[in-house]
Nanobody, 128 residues
Framework: QVQLVASGGDSVQAGGSLTLSCIAS????????LGWFRQAPGKEREGVAT????????FYSNSVKGRFTISQEHAANTLYLQMTSLNPDDTAVYYC?????????????????????GGRGTQVTVTS
C-alpha cells in the first residue's frame, strides 16, 4: 500500500482558502480509494472527502460539501484538497489516507477505521 504524506497546512482567516497536497510513494491510479480526514483537538478523527482513484468519483462529508474539493493528479502521484470559505470549525490536523485492502466499498461512508492512519498530517488553523 502506498505511503502518503500531507502538506500545505497554514493559518488563515475565516473566509479564506487553502489547498492541501498529499504525495504518494507510488502510483495512485490503482490505489482504489484515497481520502482526506481531519482531527481537531479533543475530537475524534473524521472523514472529510474521499475519491475513487480509478473513476474520479468523489464523496464529501456534509460539513464540507460545497466548500471543499478533492482531486487527484495521477502523473504526479498527488492528491489535493481545495478548501474555500474556511471557518474556525475547520481547524484540525488533516491527513490523507488510503482505504484498507478489501474495503473499496467503504469509500463513500468515510469511516476512519476503514482507512489506514499514522501518516504525517498537516495543521490547518482558521482564525476568526
Amino acid at each position: 500500500q502506498v505511503q502518503l504524506v500531507a502538506s500545505g497546512g497554514d493559518s488563515v482567516q475565516a473566509g479564506g482558502s487553502l489547498t492541501l497536497s498529499c504525495i504518494a510513494s507510488g502510483p495512485i491510479y490503482n490505489a482504489g480509494c484515497l481520502g482526506w480526514f481531519r482531527q481537531a483537538p479533543g475530537k475524534e478523527r473524521e472523514g472529510v472527502a474521499t475519491i475513487y482513484t480509478g473513476t474520479g468519483l468523489t464523496f464529501y462529508s456534509n460539513s464540507v460539501k460545497g466548500r471543499f474539493t478533492i482531486s487527484q493528479e495521477h502523473a504526479a502521484n498527488t492528491l489535493y484538497l481545495q478548501m474555500t470559505s474556511l471557518n474556525p470549525d475547520d481547524t484540525a490536523v488533516y491527513y490523507c489516507e488510503a482505504v484498507r485492502e478489501g474495503l473499496m466499498h467503504a469509500c463513500p461512508r468515510q469511516y476512519p477505521s476503514d482507512f489506514t492512519s499514522g501518516g504525517r498530517g498537516t495543521q490547518v488553523t482558521v482564525t476568526s
